[in-house]
C-alpha cells in the first residue's frame, strides 16, 4: 500500500481504498518493476525502479482504486488523520461544526475502515489551504461523502484548531478485492495500518480459503486460482 499511497497522491485523488491485480498482457502493453516506495514521495518517478519500459516479464498489474474525494491526512495510517474534501481541484479542510458522527460513519465506510473510533478538532493538526464552506448533513448510509446533503454554514468563519480530525477503527483483517463481488477476488490481509497483498506463494494450506469465505460470511470455497490469489466463494 506504499506504492498505491504514492499514487493517489500524484493523481490528487485522496486516500488509497484499495489495490488488486489483473493479467498484464490483457491490452498487450509491458511494464515495468517497480521494487518499493517509502509513501512519501510526491511521484512515483522517485520510488525505486528498475528496468525500463518493456522489461517487466510478470503478468500482472496493478489495479489501484482512490477515494478522488475525500481523504484523511497526517494520520497514523490509513483509517487517521484530519478530513479534507476536495474542492474546485484542490483540497479543503473540513470545521468540526460541520461534521458529526454520521457524517464520519460515511468517510470511515467510504475509505474501507471500521466504524468512527474518535472524532475530534485539531486532532491532526491544521491544514494549510481553504476551509470547506458547507456543513455535511448525512444519514450515515451513504456510500460517498459528497452524496450526503449539505446546507450552508451558519457561522461563516471557523476558527484554527477545529479542523476535524476523524480516527475510524481497523477494518476486519482480511477482504477480497477486484473480483466483482465482495466473495470473490484478491485476498488482502490488514496488519499495521495497511492492507497488503496475499501472495501465492504465502498460500500453503488448502484449508485457508475456507476459513477466508467462511470469515466473510461467503459459504463454502468454490474456486482458487493460485496464480493470482482470486478465489471465489457462494455469496
Avoid at 29 to 58: A, N
Wanted: with cysteine; net charge negative; proline share 3%.
Amino acid at each position: 500500500m506504499m506504492e498505491v499511497k504514492v499514487v493517489c497522491r500524484e493523481m490528487d485523488c485522496g486516500n488509497p481504498v484499495a489495490e488488486s491485480r489483473g493479467p498484464l498482457d490483457e491490452d498487450g502493453r509491458r511494464g515495468v518493476i517497480l521494487i518499493r516506495c517509502s509513501g512519501d514521495e510526491s511521484s512515483i518517478r522517485q520510488c525505486d525502479i528498475r528496468g525500463r519500459p518493456g522489461d517487466c516479464i510478470g503478468r500482472y498489474y496493478h489495479h489501484v482504486t482512490c477515494s478522488e474525494s475525500v481523504r484523511l491526512v497526517d494520520g497514523a495510517g490509513l483509517c487517521s488523520g484530519r478530513v479534507e474534501v476536495k474542492s474546485n481541484q484542490s483540497w479543503a479542510s473540513v470545521c468540526e461544526a460541520d461534521f458529526d458522527r454520521q457524517d464520519a460513519e460515511v468517510v470511515c465506510g467510504e475509505l474501507g475502515c471500521g466504524a468512527p473510533a474518535a472524532l475530534q478538532g485539531g486532532l491532526y493538526g491544521e491544514g494549510e489551504g481553504q476551509t470547506w464552506d458547507k456543513e455535511f448533513q448525512c444519514k450515515g448510509n451513504e456510500s460517498l461523502l459528497l452524496d450526503c446533503d449539505t446546507s450552508d454554514r451558519e457561522n461563516n468563519t471557523c476558527l484554527p484548531g477545529n479542523a476535524v480530525g476523524l480516527t475510524c477503527s481497523e477494518p476486519d483483517d482480511v477482504r477480497l478485492v477486484g473480483g466483482g463481488s465482495r466473495c470473490a477476488g484478491g485476498v488482502e490481509r490488514y496488519d499495521q495500518g495497511e492492507w497488503r497483498t496475499v501472495g501465492a506463494e504465502d498460500w500453503n494450506q488448502e484449508d485457508v480459503a475456507e476459513v477466508v469465505c467462511r470469515q466473510m460470511g461467503c459459504g463454502s470455497t468454490v474456486s482458487e486460482l493460485p496464480r493470482n490469489t482470486t478465489r471465489g466463494c457462494p455469496a
